[in-house]
Nanobody, 121 residues
Framework: QVQLVESGGGLVQPGGSLRLSCAAS????????MGWYRQAPGKVRELVAT???????NYAASVKGRFTISRDNAKNTVYLQMISLKPEDTAVYYC???????????????WGKGTLVTVSS
């Protein structure tokens, strides 16, 4: 019913920048919170940043001041602007969205398939 498709990952040198995008498509009434999570090799998935429908944001301490999350409600899209990237930012980045379907009182949790970000010289 709903797909989340991430884009924008790739290889970047330390200190570089990338912008990730995630577009939600399908049968959507509204999207509540959206967010980005990441999973590095051998580690558990962790929160990177979240944003509510009214643009209230929350960041992991490790990315605060370097990453900026934003969204375009008209396009059902969330972005993650990343600057001053470090090797420890290397991970698969996953998009997450809390979506309400038409006629439903409750939201459902959806995940994208992930996009790989590699920070290396």
């Amino acid at each position: 019913q709903v797909q989340l498709v991430e884009s924008g990952g790739g290889l970047v040198q330390p200190g570089g920048s990338l912008r990730l995008s995630c577009a939600a498509s399908g049968i959507i009434f509204k999207i509540n919170s959206m967010g980005w999570y990441r999973q590095a090799p051998g580690k558990v998935r962790e929160l990177v940043a979240t944003i509510t429908r009214d643009d209230s944001t929350n960041y992991a301490a490790s990315v605060k001041g370097r990453f900026t999350i934003s969204r375009d409600n008209a396009k059902n899209t969330v972005y993650l602007q990343m600057i001053s990237l470090k090797p420890e930012d290397t991970a698969v980045y996953y998009c997450n969205a809390d979506i309400v379907h038409p006629g439903s009182l409750f939201a459902m949790d959806y995940w994208g398939k992930g996009t790989l970000v590699t920070v290396s010289s």
